[in-house]
């Protein structure tokens, strides 16, 4: 028997969690359920919408089902989702994009895995004003964060049958970080020799989601695009009401529809559980019950065939006579179905994070603020030489000034060179002595970025095409 934390949330919550019990009951699941409050209902109590008994609970159990909760607008909480995705390090969001029977959309043989890094890139939010006119966001891609991402879609793919892991990025304009997330990418591939790899440029993807989406099988993505192109696919199987989520830690996993709390057809009786029960299938591979999820997701593709849906996808069940079409259409329990499951674990154990390397300084990027024009800026200090000078990422000087909108953010490179051109090493003090320099010059300074090498981390190398 596998214990389940299951949280109700509010809203249509209670009405579509009722529904999956109700059906999981029928199917003779072996799951007992562990329930736990958290969202609107718990706020006079518990600020942050999660009680600590609700996050001890995930924590001791591992494994959560969760109803939509609602955010207050404006005042309140912050998004329950967001406060457990973090609190919990649920590093990956995976999101099933599939073709269902009855749902009418462009396509009908999608069946296609979204993995999304749930934490790093620029959601780290780390944004700065740097000047009057220029705001900055950090995007951090991490070496372990990426192999973790990789791996995690990798070991889906073989316990799910999968064939193909297409990375989806942007590491010909974002070379270094990217170029970070693909090159683990491939690291984690070449464990994999049995499951086909390859990498898509995020733009082409699109593209080619929305005119021939029947070829993707796995994409693994980085956070930003990942949140996007997850709602792109969710779109091309039929919206929210069939789109289904996990977010997934090392310890904890928490499942839950992609829709919110539907406020406007609470507590009528006509939600439409679909995607709540899509997201317990997720669960059930997760926890290993393959078979099950093969023997309740029939009877869900066997009463839509039968045309038995909810308004929101045309029909005209609402949520009881729904479930019980579900219930009508089950298959009996197999006789070894609940024999050896294998739950669908990443350990940090498992990963290969990081790489003794070296590492060179060879120069700063010195980011300045001048709203009159070009800086002048000192032409050597020490061993650092003023390479250039860029204004969003445009090289205006030396040479030939483009025409370009000059804002009040220069970036000012200085690179130590020796007298054959090979980079040299430098220390801190060199660049201490610089922005001595630029400050006594009266030129106000924002940051310094050090120009580092390290060992073969020089970005995009590979570009395999799909
Ligand atoms: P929503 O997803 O709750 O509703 C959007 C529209 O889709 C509404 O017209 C709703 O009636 C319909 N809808 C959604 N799920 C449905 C279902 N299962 N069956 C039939 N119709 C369905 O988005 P909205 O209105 O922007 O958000 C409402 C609240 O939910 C907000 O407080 C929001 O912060 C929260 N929310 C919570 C999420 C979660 O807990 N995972 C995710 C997204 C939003």
């Given at each position: ?84 995705r973090?609190?919990?390090?649920l590093f990956a969001n995976v999101r099933p994009a ?14 296609l895995i979204i993995v999304r890094e749930n934490i790093e890139d620029t959601y780290s ?14 995007k951090l891609i991490t070496?372990?964060g990426s192999i973790r991402i990789a791996k995690y879609a990798f070991?889906m793919a073989?316990?799910?049958?999968r064939?193909k892991v297409v990375a989806v990025h942007k590491a010909n304009i974002h070379?270094?970080t990217d170029g970070l997330f693909l090159k683990c990418f491939y690291?984690v591939a ?7 790899s390859s990498d898509i440029i995020v733009d082409n993807a699109c593209m080619q989601l929305v005119?021939?989406p029947?070829r993707f099988d796995v994409m693994v993505l980085p956070n930003l695009y990942g949140d996007i192109v997850s709602d792109l696919c969710a779109?091309l ?6 789109a289904?989520g996990g977010n997934i ?9 992609v ?201 995009y ?5 799909e």
């Amino acid at each position: 028997m596998f214990e389940v934390v299951l949280i109700k949330g509010d809203g249509i919550g209670p009405e579509i969690s009722d529904a999956v019990v109700e059906i999981f009951e029928a199917a003779q699941v072996p799951i007992k359920w562990v329930e736990h409050q958290a969202g609107l209902n718990t706020i006079e109590k518990h600020p942050t919408g999660i009680p600590a008994e609700t996050l001890a609970a995930i924590e001791k159990y591992q494994v959560a089902l969760k109803g939509p909760t609602t955010t207050p607008i404006g005042t309140g909480h912050k998004s329950v989702n967001v406060t457990l995705r973090t609190t919990l390090e649920l590093f990956a969001n995976v999101r099933p994009a599939k073709s269902l029977p009855g749902v009418r959309t462009r396509f009908d043989n999608i069946d296609l895995i979204i993995v999304r890094e749930n934490i790093e890139d620029t959601y780290s939010g780390i944004e700065h004003h740097q000047t009057a006119c220029v705001a900055q966001g950090l995007k951090l891609i991490t070496r372990p964060g990426s192999i973790r991402i990789a791996k995690y879609a990798f070991e889906m793919a073989k316990k799910y049958g999968r064939k193909k892991v297409v990375a989806v990025h942007k590491a010909n304009i974002h070379k270094i970080t990217d170029g970070l997330f693909l090159k683990c990418f491939y690291e984690v591939a070449s464990e994999y020799p049995e499951i086909q790899s390859s990498d898509i440029i995020v733009d082409n993807a699109c593209m080619q989601l929305v005119s021939n989406p029947e070829r993707f099988d796995v994409m693994v993505l980085p956070n930003l695009y990942g949140d996007i192109v997850s709602d792109l696919c969710a779109g091309l199987v039929g919206g929210l009401g069939v789109a289904p989520g996990g977010n997934i830690g090392e310890n904890s996993a928490i499942f839950e529809s992609v829709h919110g709390s539907a406020p406007d057809i609470a507590g009528k009786g006509i939600a439409n559980p679909t995607a709540l029960l899509l997201s317990s299938f997720q669960m059930l591979q997760h926890l290993g019950l393959h078979k099950t999820k093969l023997r309740i997701e029939s009877a869900l593709i066997q009463t839509l065939k039968d045309g038995i849906k909810t308004g929101d996808l045309g029909g005209k069940s609402n949520t009881k006579e729904f479930t019980k079409a579900i219930i009508s259409n089950l298959e009996p329990v197999l006789e070894d179905e609940f024999k050896d499951p294998v739950p669908l674990r990443i350990k940090s154990g498992m990963l290969k994070t990081y790489k003794e390397v070296e590492e060179y300084c060879h120069g700063v990027d010195v980011f300045v603020e001048n709203p009159k024009g070009l800086p002048t800026m000192p032409e050597q200090v020490d061993n650092l030489k003023l390479k250039m000078i860029s204004n969003r990422g445009t090289k205006v000087y030396p040479g030939v000034m483009p025409k370009i909108w000059l804002v009040d953010h220069h970036r000012c490179r200085y690179v130590a060179t020796d007298a054959n051109g090979n980079y040299m090493n430098i220390g801190d003090e060199e660049i201490f002595d610089l922005i001595r320099e630029i400050s006594a010059a009266g030129i106000k300074w924002m940051h310094i970025e050090k120009l580092q090498l390290f060992d073969g981390e020089l970005g995009y190398s590979k570009a395999q095409g799909e």
